[in-house]
């Protein structure tokens, strides 16, 4: 395993962590934890930062650094964060927050079973691509068009699972504002997917069009 890759990604944990513990509040820390809901969602969370970051994607493939994907990036730096402080403090300080608040175990149930959901494609999605998975949209040395797994019903189900995610772990902690966040972070999404489909057009011109036809960009016989 790659020390780099490794000290990166406890480091990323390391800023989440704070960030969710700054939002609830370091005189009561502990208090974050004893919810089982919570605790359930924080760990999805942290599962899934460290699937990602420890998976086999290429750091540095070979491919144009555009500015899309440099916004991407800064959306990635900013509504993660910003998501685990607000669902933080809101969790904490529900009564000062009125309309942004839902306060109910079927809400936390629901957020909880959309987050599980979303980390498991997001895992699934990065094994079937295996060493072919990076963060930078390119098209690799021997790369081919991976049509199996969740490939077989979307083009794009890590952006599936990552909305799904983006959308049940606020909700876990009964955040609407945190589903707003998550909600901004549509277009950025839809940016890089279109992108995407671009170049993944340019390289297998014979594969794609047909592959396209038969499957949906993110939910499968809908959209």
């Not at 895992?123 to 081919?144: A, C, D, E, M, Y």
């Not at 995610?165 to 966040?181: E, K, N, R, Y």
């Not at 390289?203 to 499968?220: G, S």
Request: hydrophobic share 50%; proline share 5%; with cysteine.
């Amino acid at each position: 395993m790659d020390p780099t890759r490794i000290a990166l990604t406890a480091a990323a944990a390391a800023f989440c962590f704070f960030a969710l513990e700054s939002g609830w509040g370091w005189d009561q820390a502990a208090g974050l934890w004893s919810d089982p809901l919570r605790l359930l969602a924080s760990l999805g969370f942290f599962v899934f930062l460290f699937g990602f970051g420890l998976s086999r994607m290429q750091l540095n493939p070979k491919g144009r650094q555009a500015l899309w994907q440099l916004l991407f990036f800064l959306a990635n730096l900013v509504v993660f964060p910003m998501m685990l402080l607000m669902s933080g403090r809101m969790a904490r300080h529900h009564e000062t927050y009125g309309f942004w608040i839902v306060s109910t175990p079927w809400a936390a149930i629901l957020g909880l079973t959309l987050e599980a959901g979303g980390v498991g494609i997001m895992l699934w999605s990065i094994n079937t691509l295996g060493r072919w998975f990076s963060p930078k949209i390119t098209v690799q040395q021997g790369h081919r068009l991976i049509q199996s797994g969740p490939y077989r019903f979307v083009r794009h189900p890590f952006y599936t699972g990552l909305l799904l995610f983006l959308s049940g772990f606020p909700l876990a902690f009964g955040s609407l504002m945190g589903c707003f966040l998550a909600a901004c972070y549509l277009p950025a999404v839809l940016l890089r997917i279109s992108n995407e489909e671009r170049l993944l057009a340019e390289a297998f011109k014979n594969e794609f069009p047909a592959y396209r036809q038969r499957t949906r960009l993110l939910i499968p016989f809908i959209l």
